[in-house]
T-cell receptor
Framework: KAGVTQTPRYLIKTRGQQVTLSCSPI?????VSWYQQTPGQGLQFLFE???????NKGNFPGRFSGRQFSNSRSEMNVSTLELGDSALYLC???????????FGSGTRLTVV | DQQVKQNSPSLSVQEGRISILNCDYT??????FLWYKKYPAEGPTFLIS?????DKNEDGRFTVFLNKSAKHLSLHIVPSQPGDSAVYFC????????????????FGQGTTLQVKP
């Protein structure tokens, strides 16, 4: 089966801009989570969506937002980008009873 | 507040020997634990998990041990192979992944394993 697909793979943005990242989960998976990975902070949970509803949110400012569509595809948006937002953004999906989340390859965001 | 800690940033072992990666946690509400393996420029790959009702789970060369009283888990890889060289993350959750609950994962900082031929 196809894995979790994240687009784009790489992105360069300027401070103050906004960005939208996309994630297509594994077919049939209804739970989608987003994580930020940075060298200093490691992997940190951003938010999780299940059946188009945000079920949980991590400790990130309101500039980080997301949504999930009826086909379970998800997007996350970061507004007013800061240099510190440069990171690898990972999306993961899971179905009921799975052993663990399956991660995509991530989107590498660089803010200059 | 680092709820999940991997105190060894790196580990080097010889091919064929055992690799033991350790992880400690502080939140007694965690009831599901996972190990992921990560190569550069790729997302983490799920390896093995364990529920808090168990103290051991085995899958091929990988075994995870859970000591709830010590709030400690470990991943054993036997025998270690050069292809196992990667960063290993332990993660914890208060609910089973993908269930009706939130499934939020708290990750440790990772341990870089190098298996020498």
């Amino acid at each position: 089966k196809a894995g979790v697909t994240q687009t784009p793979r790489y992105l360069i943005k300027t401070r103050g801009q906004q960005v939208t990242l996309s994630c297509s989960p594994i077919s049939g998976h209804r739970s989608v989570s987003w994580y930020q990975q940075t060298p200093g902070q490691g992997l940190q949970f951003l938010f999780e969506y299940f059946s188009e509803t945000q079920r949980n949110k991590g400790n990130f400012p309101g500039r980080f937002s997301g949504r999930q569509f009826s086909n379970s595809r998800s997007e996350m948006n970061v507004s007013t980008l800061e240099l510190g937002d440069s990171a690898l953004y990972l999306c993961a999906s899971a179905s009921q009873g799975d052993g663990g989340y399956t991660f995509g390859s991530g989107t590498r965001l660089t803010v200059v | 507040d680092q709820q999940v800690k991997q105190n060894s940033p790196s580990l080097s072992v010889q091919e064929g020997r055992i690799s033991i990666l350790n992880c400690d946690y502080t939140n007694s509400m965690f009831d599901y634990f996972l190990w992921y393996k990560k190569y550069p420029a790729e997302g983490p790959t799920f390896l093995i998990s364990i529920s808090s009702i168990k103290d051991k789970n085995e899958d091929g060369r990988f075994t995870v041990f859970l000591n709830k009283s010590a709030k400690h888990l470990s991943l054993h890889i036997v025998p270690s192979q050069p292809g196992d060289s990667a960063v290993y993350f332990c993660a914890a959750s208060i609910s089973r992944i993908g269930s009706g609950n939130t499934g939020k994962l708290i990750f440790g900082q990772g341990t870089t394993l190098q298996v020498k031929p």
